[in-house]
């Protein structure tokens, strides 16, 4: 490595970023993801990382909501990170122990479809899920996201052979390609019920405290974080305090090496 891309790459290391992604977005949470996107530009976030759901809970594809698929075309036109989000954002029945029976379906409302998936089944909503994404939709696409960033090995593998760039996990930003990870913090909110709701805003704001010198911050919006007034205030109440602190904002394709001159990943041919 030569010297000036050491310090280049030092310099990269040293620059606190802010991560904000919107999850689970399908043409049922558009509303609220463009509420989100506004409400960020006027604080001069202008691009996120967007998890979108090929067929959220079962549904058709999105792909058959032609004014979505054109609005979601637009965010990637305008520099914003189109990350695949699972296929359905539905778990099979979990099986194992106890713990994994809490974590399946307690923890993740049922939610975690990558949690236990096999290979094969992975492959499939793989392919499946770029096939809309990439392929139908035309949409760059350089990673991936599990829901309830539950993934096992077998289904990281399964990313890694597809092509995909990167992961992420509650805790780190997985280059896939490069097997490294990078810590990466994040703030999430729990909107599930009512205590869950109270205690999450007291947990963020600790948890915000606790990694306040995290190289990268990672700040992650549900759709349902805006039908409850108080997790929205704190929300922003983050992202503010995040950009006051000092931290460019970036997306999850920013922290790959070499992230402008990345191609985006083409579907393989079906079997
Ligand atoms: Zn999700």
Not at 3 to 16: G, I, V, W
Not at 97 to 116: K, S
Not at 172 to 190: E, F, G, N
């Amino acid at each position: 490595m030569s010297a000036r891309s050491t310090r280049t790459s030092a310099k990269a290391e040293r620059a606190r970023r802010l991560v904000v992604s919107f999850h689970d977005l399908h043409p049922g949470s558009r509303a609220a993801c463009t509420h989100f996107i506004e409400g960020l530009a006027g604080l001069g976030i202008t691009r996120i990382s967007l998890l979108v759901v090929p067929r959220w809970h079962g549904d058709a594809p999105f792909t058959e909501d032609a004014a979505f698929t054109a609005w979601l075309r637009g965010l990637a036109a305008a520099g914003h990170d189109i990350c695949l989000h699972g296929f359905f954002h539905q778990a099979e029945a979990v099986t194992g122990n106890a713990v994994n029976r809490l974590v399946g379906t307690h923890y993740t409302a049922g939610e975690g479809e990558y949690y236990q998936i096999d290979r094969a089944t992975a492959r499939d909503r793989i392919d499946r899920g770029l096939h809309i994404l990439a392929g139908e939709a035309g949409l760059p696409v350089v990673g991936f996201t599990p829901p309830a960033w539950l993934l096992s090995a077998d289904g990281r593998a399964e990313l890694v052979a597809a092509g995909l760039h990167y992961t992420t996990t509650f805790g780190a930003v997985d280059l896939l390609q490069l097997d490294r990870q990078l810590r990466a913090p994040t703030i999430v909110y729990s909107c599930r019920a009512a205590w869950r709701r109270g205690v999450s805003r007291i947990w963020v704001r600790f948890w915000a405290w606790v990694n306040a010198g995290a190289p990268i911050l990672r700040i992650a919006a549900h759709p349902c974080d805006f039908d409850h007034p108080s997790i929205e205030a704190s929300l922003w109440t983050r992202v503010r305090a995040a950009l006051a602190d000092g931290r460019t904002p970036a997306t999850y394709r920013d922290l790959l090496p070499g992230a402008a001159e990345l191609a985006p990943i083409r579907p393989r041919a079906a079997a």
